[in-house]
Nanobody
């Protein structure tokens, strides 16, 4: 059993900041890639940022220069620092992790249940 629990979402004014956290727990052998995606009603889920096990980061153009993804391997946690938030950042943000499970031959992708981020004045 692997669980991803997001926190840190909420309502913020344009120009404000939020820090999302995602704690991963379970029978974890390893955590490879981790990331954040977001989704708005009527549209498909889209990449926000990803970070590999080696620390290589990837950002969607929408968040470049404003968002920073990081991970704390000791805590099995991935973060998304979001600055200079815009109304178009409003979405449900989902945590993602590719996790190697004890006793499993290959890694499996897991998703959190999502946390709402609303940017509005």
């Amino acid at each position: 059993q692997v669980q991803l629990v997001e926190s840190g979402g909420g309502l913020v004014q344009p120009g404000g900041s939020l820090r999302l956290s995602c704690a991963i727990s379970g029978s974890i052998f390893s955590i490879n890639d981790m990331g954040w995606y977001r989704q708005v009603p009527g549209k498909e889920r889209e990449l926000v940022a990803r970070i590999t096990g080696g620390g290589i980061t990837t950002y969607a153009d929408s968040g470049k220069g404003r968002f920073t993804i990081s991970r704390d391997n000791a805590k099995n946690t991935v973060y998304l620092q979001m600055n200079s938030l815009k109304p178009e950042d409003t979405a449900v943000y989902y945590c993602y992790a590719r996790v190697g499970i004890w006793g499993s031959y290959q890694p499996t992708d897991y998703w959190g249940q999502g946390t709402q981020v609303t940017v509005s004045s």
